[in-house]
């Protein structure tokens, strides 16, 4: 019975997130290409960020950014990069799953944003992917008070033996 009243904590993802991904260049806040908005699910989410950016595939604790051509990077850019945007996730932690690029990009992150920052890098050839792992902070999910139920079940059950018994 013990067990039953314990639960671990429900956790959080991208799965029914609606998110966005947009290349930023030359600063952040310089949206050049912009993917609108997707509800993650199955399937590549942006086969194409913009009209020729890269695909991203959002997975529940991930995304894969996949360049189909080669991508020439421009020099001298404060950022050069791209920032997935979920609406309402609660990020808490990112890390490099792969990596195929030949360089590591600075990765950042905020509570609804990852910031991946490509700047210094010449060229990433097609066929270049990065996947990106993602923490969220466990979802918040209102249960009863199971001993409270518990409680009221076993008084229930005294009141009725004991009208039985009369």
């Excluded at 030359?26 to 009209?51: D, H, K, Q, R």
């Excluded at 923490?135 to 409680?151: K, V």
Aim: hydrophobic share 50%.
């Amino acid at each position: 019975i013990l067990g039953t009243m314990v639960s671990a904590p429900a956790k959080a993802g991208f799965i029914g997130e609606t998110v966005s991904v947009d290349y930023h260049w030359p600063t952040l806040g310089s949206v050049y290409l912009s993917s609108g908005n997707a509800v993650v699910g199955a399937g590549v989410e942006f086969s194409s960020i913009g009209s020729f950016g890269p695909a991203a595939d959002i997975a529940d604790e991930s995304f894969t950014i996949t360049y189909s051509n080669t991508w020439h990077l421009s020099g001298g850019a404060a950022f050069d990069g791209l920032v997935l945007t979920a609406m309402t996730a609660d990020i808490i932690g990112v890390s490099i799953d792969s990596n195929t690029f030949g360089f590591v990009p600075t990765l950042t992150f905020d509570g609804q944003h990852v910031y991946v920052n490509q700047a210094g890098a010449a060229f990433l050839p097609a066929g270049a992917s990065l996947t990106v792992n993602v923490e969220f902070a466990a979802a918040e999910i209102p249960e009863p008070a199971a001993l409270t139920i518990i409680g009221l079940g076993i008084a229930g059950l005294a009141i009725a033996r004991r009208r039985r018994s009369i």
